[in-house]
């Protein structure tokens, strides 16, 4: 099961609906959470212990999605940290070029509540050895708008 995750996010009230979604799913679940790229990268390089999956907002100030991504992916002990890009902007606009970029997937903000928690639900259930096989899984069931590399 996946227990630690880290959203880079600049909504708060997106940030507070991961939580609370990530809470009601398993309260043993942790999420570090950063307002903008530049502190997402504070906080992984700071950590002992690295976040098993990182979820990156493409839209925020001072450092966005994309150049956190870039930093991420050039950093030896964070390249292989999978990473989702997420946005309010449909997938056929960023998700290739997330999946080019090195991400893992590109998630289009769930519209409710109750899609985010079963998208993470689903994802948080997936074990190291079968994230790709989980995220190909939720990508074919066509119930979430998300892109799988």
């Not at 030896?76 to 997330?98: C, F, Y």
């Not at 109750?114 to 074990?127: G, I, M, N, R, T």
């Amino acid at each position: 099961m996946i227990k630690k995750f880290l959203l880079a996010d600049d909504d708060q009230d997106d940030t507070d609906l991961f939580q609370e979604a990530l809470k009601n799913i398993d309260g043993s679940i942790e999420l570090s959470a950063a307002i903008n790229g530049r502190e997402a990268l504070a906080k992984l390089n700071q950590y002992v212990s690295t976040p098993e999956i990182i979820f990156l907002d493409i839209n925020m100030p001072e450092m966005d999605g994309w150049d956190c991504l870039m930093n991420i992916k050039k950093t030896e002990r964070l390249k292989d940290i999978p990473v989702v890009m997420l946005s309010t902007s449909p997938t056929s606009i960023n998700g290739k070029k997330a999946i080019q970029s090195g991400a893992i997937g590109y998630l289009e903000k769930p519209s409710s509540f109750v899609k985010l928690k079963d998208f993470l639900e689903q994802l948080s259930k997936a074990s190291h050895n079968n994230l790709l096989e989980t995220m190909r899984s939720i990508e074919s069931s066509k119930s979430h708008n998300f892109l799988v590399a």
